[in-house]
């Protein structure tokens, strides 16, 4: 490692160059040791949440995995284990990245049961095509369609269902989730690379979207475009087209009428909470907290600030649905109660 690295010297590595250098002066330490004898490119490592990476690749090591804790291990759980984190690869490959493990499988005579199931491949496969963005792409087109998924999941979804290959490749080759979401977008909505950028591109994108979600009377807030994975029209809308008062205005809709005027306005409001119910499969209005962890802050609040709260909203929503109100039923139990007590 040599002197004191000067500020800036581990932010400026991008993911890749970052690995390589504690490939380079730590392979085979403990994550405890690599974060304690090298702080700050630990803090940082931490901060990208690339520890797991390096940890799937060989580089690090658990605390947990002292020596022979793999003796306690049953041979189909070790088999599990490399499928999990090594799938697809070559056997080279796999001893090169974690030797332990494989010395393990080799000395149970495993490495030919990981092949004959083509868990591991004999022929050497080139693990860098995960360099390569368009194989990530398509790799993650495949197992989005494979969990059944509108889009790419979490890196702790994707790896507790044995996809730590494509969470290595997104953090080490392809500028993290962020970076990689915004690309994976792009080619699955065949959008051109600055095409976002163009603002008769994304207003005609904004208009044809609005037409096949005719449940939006308006464009959504920053918030629900993105829980609506529409994250790169929401991005492009802020960044590059002056913000979303402006683009309303450029889009036809009257700006700010939705947050100033028409959130005041009960009709509409009640509306939006129909669409929503419809669109989530709701019986019922849900909580508050609720609404804001899917992204509809500005609903919420409407309802907290000029309707009266939750609770009498729903009855107003009730009562426009032409549902006896809650109050209205307990008054007509009680009724009933003493009328039968009269007789």
């Known amino acids: 490692m040599g002197k004191k690295k000067p500020n800036g010297y581990f ?145 702790d979804i994707l790896r507790e269902n044995g996809f730590s290959q494509l969470c290595n490749a997104i953090q080490r080759h392809h500028g993290g989730f962020y970076e990689f979401r915004k690309k994976l977008y792009e080619v699955q909505n065949n959008v051109k690379k600055g095409e976002w950028k163009n603002l008769p591109f994304t207003l005609e994108y904004a208009r044809k979207w609005l037409q096949k979600n005719p449940e939006y009377l308006f464009l959504p807030s920053f918030d629900e475009l993105y829980e609506l994975d529409e994250s790169s029209l929401a991005s492009s809308i802020s960044k590059y087209h002056g913000g979303f008062h402006r683009f309303r205005k450029l889009l036809g809709e009257k700006p700010k009428m939705r947050e100033k005027g028409l959130l005041k306005n009960l009709e509409y409001v009640i509306n939006e909470a129909l669409v929503l119910m419809n669109k989530h499969g709701w019986n019922k209005l849900p909580a508050e907290h609720i609404l804001y962890k899917k992204g509809y802050k500005s609903f919420s609040r409407a309802v907290s600030k000029y309707h009266g709260g939750f609770p009498a909203f729903r009855e107003k929503l009730r009562e426009y649905l032409g549902q006896t109100s809650q109050k209205s039923e307990l008054e007509g139990l009680i009724k009933d109660y003493i009328s039968g007590g009269e007789n």
């Open 11 to 155: 932010s400026n590595m991008s993911n890749e160059e970052l690995m390589s250098y504690i490939e380079r002066n730590h392979k085979g330490k403990s994550v405890a040791e690599f974060c304690k004898e090298d702080s700050r490119a630990g803090n940082i490592t931490r901060r990208r949440k690339i520890l797991d990476a390096l940890v799937d690749e060989g580089i690090l090591l658990r605390r947990n995995r002292k020596k022979g804790f793999l003796d306690k291990v049953k041979d189909f759980e070790l088999i599990k284990y490399v499928e999990s984190h090594f799938s697809g690869w070559s056997i080279v490959e796999f001893q090169k990245n974690d030797g332990r493990v494989y010395q393990e499988v080799n000395a149970r005579n495993l490495i030919d049961i990981l092949a004959d199931n083509k868990i591991l491949v004999r022929s050497i496969v080139k693990h860098d095509s995960w360099k390569s963005l368009d194989y990530t792409i398509e790799q993650a087109k495949s197992i989005i369609k494979k969990l059944h998924v509108k889009s790419l999941p979490s890196s």
